[in-house]
C-alpha cells in the first residue's frame, strides 16, 4: 500500500512517526489524523477558527510547530507506505485510540 514517498534525513535513514500529534520533528515521516494536522496546511482557516474562539491560544501555539510536511492519514487504513521502508518506527500514546476490532 505504498502511497506517499518517504523522506530521508540527511544520513539516508527513513524514519516514521505514527500518531504524532503536535509533538514531532521535521526530519521525520510524521503521521496523524488528528486536527493539528488536518489544520497544518490551512494557515487561514487557523487564524479564522482562532479568531471566533474555536482553537485557543494553547492550540493555536503548538499548531504553528506542526512539521508543515505532516501527513494527514487514518490508520485505521493501513500504513501508507511499503513495507520495510524505515529504519525507525516511533508511537507514544497511539494504541488507546484504535477500537479493539
Do not use: Q
Amino acid at each position: 500500500m505504498a502511497r506517499f514517498t518517504p523522506k530521508l534525513t540527511p544520513d539516508g535513514r527513513a524514519m516514521l512517526n505514527l500518531g504524532c500529534g503536535w509533538k514531532m520533528h521535521a526530519a521525520w515521516n510524521n503521521l496523524d489524523f488528528s486536527p493539528y494536522a488536518r489544520l497544518a496546511r490551512r494557515p487561514a482557516l487557523t487564524r479564522l477558527l482562532r479568531s471566533v474562539g474555536i482553537v485557543s491560544p494553547l492550540r493555536a501555539e503548538r499548531l504553528a510547530r506542526v512539521d508543515p510536511e505532516i501527513l494527514c492519514w487514518d490508520l485505521r487504513h493501513g500504513i501508507p507506505f511499503a513495507d520495510g521502508t524505515f529504519d525507525v518506527v516511533y508511537h507514544s500514546h497511539f494504541l488507546e485510540h484504535l477500537d479493539r476490532n
